[in-house]
């Protein structure tokens, strides 16, 4: 079973910090790496995906790939209480299978 | 609007029934999936199904079964075999392959609880 993990949190953070989230994969011919958000009690929603070694930015989130290290991180910069929420990683592993996700962090932003 | 329509909302079963969750989109998405989520957790697969009338089974499969009889449903069933369904179920679907492939869109959810 190809692992995905991620610290449980919470995660608290002040209001305006940036907030760093992080998560590890075990298979090395991991190609995709996605992040989601998921409010409590909805469905998770799409951050942001890359697919390449180094940083992709998109607003105040930035992502952040090392294949070599098998670590992806997730940063929001001027964290907002409204970004508390649970953030799931997920990796498509090789051969193309389907999303496999991590536990989840929970953030905590406080005002 | 495109999107994926999940029902019911919430959903009560008795021991011994089985229950149908219902997944629609009109996404236009080849590929259709079933997760489940328990608190605290992350999402596991349950069955996957990357054309019609073709379907896989994903990592908690046992006591669960699906049909792709049409391009835009692929309903789940809870059989009573599934010893622990209370659980939060997310369908979802992607294109397979070009821009935006494997890009999950989820639907709304159905939460199932059994008394």
């Given amino acids: 079973q190809k692992e995905v993990e991620q610290n449980s949190g919470p995660l608290s953070v002040p209001e305006g910090a940036i907030a760093s989230l992080n998560c590890t994969y075990s298979d090395r011919g991991s190609q995709s790496f996605f992040w989601y958000r998921q409010y409590s009690g909805k469905s998770p929603e799409l951050i942001m995906f890359i697919y390449s070694n180094g940083d992709k930015e998109d607003g105040r989130f930035t992502a952040q790939l090392n294949k070599a290290s098998q670590y992806v991180s997730l940063l929001i910069r001027d964290s907002q209480p409204s970004d508390s929420a649970t953030y799931l990683c997920a990796v498509i592993n090789a051969g193309n299978t389907p999303l496999v996700f991590g536990k989840g962090t929970r953030l905590s932003v406080i005002a | ?115």
């Fill in chain 2, 1 to 115: 609007d495109g999107g994926i329509t999940q029902s019911p909302k919430y959903l009560f079963r008795k021991e011994g029934q089985n229950v149908t969750l219902s997944c629609e989109q009109n996404l236009n998405h080849d590929a259709m999936y079933w997760y489940r989520q328990d608190p605290g957790q992350g999402l596991r697969l349950i069955y996957y199904s990357q054309i019609v009338n073709d379907f896989q089974k994903g990592d908690i499969a046992e006591g669960y079964s699906v049909s792709r009889e049409k391009k835009e449903s692929f309903p789940l069933t809870v059989t009573s075999a599934q010893k622990n369904p209370t659980a939060f179920y997310l369908c979802a679907s992607s294109i397979p392959r070009g821009a935006g492939a494997n890009v999950l869109t989820f639907g709304a959810g159905s939460r199932l609880t059994v008394l």
